[in-house]
T-cell receptor
């Protein structure tokens, strides 16, 4: 158990809908990262938050947004869903924004868009 | 931009034997970290081993060791005395050591099968 909790574990929804994925980082970790894992794109970095502020942005679509709350949990919002958004979405956390620390991953949320 | 390449989509090994998974990367940075992550069928991403670029000594974690060739930009993973529980997808990953973006850049992965 990495200490990073993601909910829900599975999500099935229809095209055009909006969903919210939730992540609770390890106790004490200030940095949260979101990754998408799909068959065609592999594992891709989406976005990073550090202590409530956006720190880095990767290949995140405009239909997607994220935030980190004062209690340090994070949510990834996916809207106007398309079939191609079906993927495994991982959250990872680390103590700081970088440096000599490693990120610990949650078990992921499997999103299926039908 | 940094890239990570894993040229072996699949590998297999007999139980108790040794296998080496290959990884090459491209970067213009001098300060960075390299990682191997394991993803078993449970989907959990598990850190196997890490290497700091400034360290010449190859990292070792029990049965797992790396061969880090900085000039060649090569970072292979050796698994000794392979066990059935080692069967998983293995990802090589790169992370910058400086600046403000500490994202991980992953390779496409190598699926390792362990035969009894």
């Amino acid at each position: 158990d990495s200490g990073v909790t993601q909910t829900p574990k599975h999500l099935i929804t229809a095209t055009g809908q909006r969903v919210t994925l939730r992540c609770s980082p390890r106790s004490g970790d200030l940095s949260v990262y979101w990754y998408q894992q799909s068959l065609d794109q592999g594992l891709q970095f989406l976005i990073q938050y550090y202590n409530g502020e956006e720190r880095a942005k990767g290949n995140i679509l405009e239909r997607f947004s994220a935030q980190q709350f004062p209690d340090l949990h994070s949510e990834l919002n996916l809207s106007s869903l398309e079939l191609g958004d079906s993927a495994l979405y991982f959250c990872a956390s680390s103590p700081y924004a970088g440096g000599n620390t490693e990120a610990f991953f949650g078990q992921g949320t499997r999103l299926t868009v039908v | 931009a940094q890239t990570v390449t894993q040229s072996q989509p699949e590998m297999s090994v007999q139980e108790a034997e040794t296998v080496t998974l290959s990884c090459t990367y491209d970067t213009s940075e001098s300060d960075y970290y390299l990682f191997w992550y394991k993803q078993p069928p449970s989907r959990q991403m598990i850190l196997v081993i890490r290497q700091e670029a400034y360290k010449q000594q190859n990292a070792t974690e029990n049965r797992f060791s790396v061969n880090f060739q900085k000039a060649a930009k090569s970072f292979s993973l050796k698994i000794s005395d392979s066990q059935l529980g080692d069967a998983a997808m293995y990802f090589c990953a790169y992370r910058s050591g400086g600046g403000s973006n500490y994202k991980l850049t992953f390779g496409k992965g190598t699926l390792l099968t362990v035969n009894p």
